[in-house]
């Protein structure tokens, strides 16, 4: 990864990991290649930043436990978090500003639910 490249991890909160009956796709594989993205980006000094989704009601609310992000994976003192109340990591948020004073050009999105908040933060990001 280069200076101008940020690792974008959405959403891994204790929540959707949590949903009876709604497991998570392969999730022992999604959190090791998840942990493995993030070895490489703290070895190499790539920004990192952790989306976290808050709603008003349910469990997602900021500062209950379902709204903690995963502590498998949990961010560095140094690491940003960008909180988003749509699906979009853009919409609303400061994820745009971050980017733009650190001069980053290109992203890797990775998250829970890729086809949700991922796919749209990745279409977000191209257009």
């Not at 609310?61 to 498998?72: D, E, F, K, S, Y």
């Amino acid at each position: 990864m280069s200076k101008h490249t940020a690792l974008l991890i959405i959403d891994m909160q204790t929540a959707p990991f949590e949903v009876p009956g709604n497991p998570t796709y392969r999730e022992s594989e999604l959190l090791a290649n998840i942990n493995e993205l993030l070895r490489k980006a703290r070895s190499t000094g790539t920004l990192i930043i952790y989306i976290q989704h808050q709603e008003k009601s349910g469990p997602l609310v900021a500062g209950t436990p379902g709204w903690q992000l995963l502590p498998a994976i949990a961010p560095l003192e140094h690491e940003l978090i960008v909180s988003k109340h749509a699906e979009d990591s853009f919409l609303a948020t400061t994820l745009e500003n971050e980017l733009r004073t650190r001069n980053i050009t290109h992203l890797v999105i990775c998250g829970s639910r890729s086809d949700f908040c991922v796919d749209t933060t990745c279409r977000s990001a191209i257009s």
